[in-house]
């Protein structure tokens, strides 16, 4: 399918003339917190009763277990801390690479409010981690990969700083099974200088995204403007196209408080094009396999009226993800994938 562009991301085009940026300057260094401030241990006390508390501690057993055994563990791209902070315990070090400075410096928060000895986070970019050759015993990626510049390029060197023998487990946001072939979203974030209108558009064939940042000044009446965009959109939705009074109306509305924009393209995977991709780079062993938060998820109707304690619900979580590295999973379902790099 060749690429479509919107009324709204041409008028963008035309009208804003947006600048070529990346997702850690443009996004990631805006936003306030990821997983809207509800990670948990990071930012909540987890509690196992809540299902998506129940799959998060099954996810971060299933990078430790895929590790097997490995003890020197590197996070590219963990955000603000998620799965560095929580499988630190798991783990003798663990390292986060992060190119975004605002994620940094909440890891770096993070580290010093669960009293964390083994975490080192350091600002690099996926595709340039700074670290010697074979430098680690185990790589982890969530969601992180396909949010490079060139993910191709990240994952050569995640290939280059893993030791022979190590392992690299990666999630990411799957193409596979989006019901429309173009979606749209908006999102709207706030720093010192400048108000953000953030406009993406995701594709499903082939697989990739497009992000656009509209800048607008940070004044009383641009910031009652965004109050009342949030209004309508928790009313009619984020969709520009079907609701122009969220898109184009607002932005041709404001255009005279717009100080700069700016844009981004991302590369997304399947299960297959990411196994093919990481066999290029040199992997071996590479396979799909079902995510530990699959197996929890298909469990829990049975499990949700069990009160079960914190360390019964761990060892389940345990067991699900050493399952997981001996189950292969279809292609075409988003499954993580997992791979050695030779001895």
């Keep these: 399918m060749a690429k479509k562009y919107t009324v709204l991301e041409t008028w963008i085009v035309n009208t804003a003339k947006p600048v070529e940026s990346n997702s850690a300057e443009q996004t990631y260094d805006r936003v306030q917190r990821q997983g809207g401030g509800k990670l948990p241990v990071i930012d909540v006390p987890i509690e196992y009763s809540l299902e998506e508390h129940f799959m998060d501690e099954a996810r971060i057993r299933d990078f430790a277990a895929h590790m ?23 783990f003798k070090a663990v390292t986060g690479a992060e190119p975004s400075q605002r994620r940094v410096d909440s890891i770096t928060a993070g580290v010093e409010k669960l009293g964390l000895k083994n975490v080192t986070v350091k600002k690099v970019p996926a595709t340039g981690l700074d670290f010697p050759d074979n430098r680690f015993d185990g790589v982890v990626a969530a969601t992180s990969i396909e949010q490079s510049p060139d993910p191709y390029k990240a994952i050569d060197e995640v290939f280059r700083v893993l030791k022979p023998g190590g392992r690299f487990r990666v999630y990411f946001e799957p193409s596979e099974g989006r019901e429309r072939e173009l979606a749209e979203g908006l999102m709207m974030t706030e720093t010192e200088d400048s108000l953000g209108y953030h406009y993406s558009l995701k594709h499903t064939r082939p697989p990739w995204e497009r992000n656009y940042l509209v800048k607008f000044a940070n004044t009383p009446e641009m910031k009652e403007e965004f109050r009342k965009l949030r209004d309508l959109i928790e009313r009619i939705g984020t969709t520009p196209s079907a609701n122009p009074e969220v898109g184009l109306q607002f932005l041709e509305r404001n255009q005279a408080s717009i100080t700069g924009a700016s844009f981004y393209e991302l590369e997304h995977f399947t299960s297959e094009t990411m196994k093919e991709t990481m066999e290029d780079a040199g992997f071996v062993n590479v396979r799909i396999t079902w995510s530990a938060a699959t197996l929890a998820r298909s469990v829990w109707p049975r499990l949700k009226d069990s009160a079960l304690t914190d360390v019964q619900a761990q060892a389940i979580c345990a067991g699900l993800a050493e399952l997981s590295t001996r189950l292969e999973a279809p292609a075409g379902i988003g499954e993580p994938v997992v791979g050695t790099k030779p001895a």
Excluded at 72 to 86: A, K, T, Y
């Design 68 to 90: 097997g055994g490995a003890q020197d563990i590197l996070d590219v791209g963990p955000g603000d801390g998620w799965p560095l902070l929580r499988i630190a315990p798991l």
